[in-house]
């Protein structure tokens, strides 16, 4: 059953599914880091992530949606290192702090938690939409969950993923001018980026989780 809402239990639960498919996801990863960087990027991933599960199960019964995934997100920050381990850390630590106040998550949650994520990478990494970095697959899914508020969370999270997707494909013929590509100018057309590619993965894996 599709679920309409998340309470706190079941956003512990996604959470480790998110890990366990960014974990899965290493060698497509570190394939799409080595692409265009140096090919760190899937094992900082899945060291942040087998992080985040050891701190999830010790956060208690009572932990409020908001504090559950900055947990997260400080995991992966004391975890991971190098600018992935600030970024994704910070996309779901600032994420959470937007959850403030909320019981559980819905769409207008999904909406806020992007837009906070969104807002705390751009201001720590400096990227904007088109430099060919995390954010173009991140800003895109932002901008569509703030459209959606009025729809279910599982009709949202369809969407978001979906233009999260779009936003990594897009990211392919863009000519990095920040990241790990920057370097490389007009020899970085042609592949997505790694960070892109890890938001997919990330919000692919909240989709499954709500609609299974
Ligand atoms: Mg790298």
Redesign the pocket.
Known sequence: MPKTTLAPDHAKAMILAVADAVIAAEPYLSEA?RNL?????GLGMQRGFTAVKEKIGTLGAEEAIDKIFSAAGMAMISSMGGASGALFGTLFRDGGKALAGRADLDAAGLAAFLRGACDGVQARGKAQPGDKTMVDALHPAAARAAELTGLSLPEAIDAVAAAAEAGREASKAMIATLG?AKTLGEASIGHPDAGACSVVVILGAMREYINA
Not at 37 to 41: E, S
């Open positions: 880091d960087g140096d090919g760190d990027h790990r």
